[in-house]
Nanobody, 120 residues
Framework: QVQLVESGGGLVQAGGSLRLSCAAS????????MGWYRQAPGKQRELVAGLASGGSTNYADSVKGRFTISRDNAKNTVYLQMNSLKPEDTGVYYC??????????????WGQGTQVTVSS
């Protein structure tokens, strides 16, 4: 009943910036928590940035000081601002939203993934 649409990925040179967006639509829901994950070639999917309902954030050590997770509640959209990109940031990025549907049903949804490629 909920769809997540990701956008903002692309090809960028090292040192550049990108902003990923994840917009949720569908049935009535509230966002409990959100996060961005990435999967690099040959590696497991890892949590890059998380934002809890209380506002606390959590970042992977590799992106601290460079990435920022944020949200726009009015637009039901989550963002990942990525600055000073490095080739090792290359991968498919997925947004993940922990939602409460109709006031009682808790469920996790994943975006379709967006490719981020950072050239050296």
């Amino acid at each position: 009943q909920v769809q997540l649409v990701e956008s903002g990925g692309g090809l960028v040179q090292a040192g550049g910036s990108l902003r990923l967006s994840c917009a949720a639509s569908g049935s009535i829901f509230t966002i409990n928590a959100m996060g961005w994950y990435r999967q690099a070639p040959g590696k497991q999917r890892e949590l890059v940035a998380g934002l809890a309902s209380g506002g606390s954030t959590n970042y992977a050590d590799s992106v601290k000081g460079r990435f920022t997770i944020s949200r726009d509640n009015a637009k039901n959209t989550v963002y990942l601002q990525m600055n000073s990109l490095k080739p090792e940031d290359t991968g498919v990025y997925y947004c993940n939203l922990d939602l409460v549907l109709n006031g009682y049903l808790r469920q996790t949804y994943w975006g379709q993934g967006t490719q981020v490629t950072v050239s050296s």
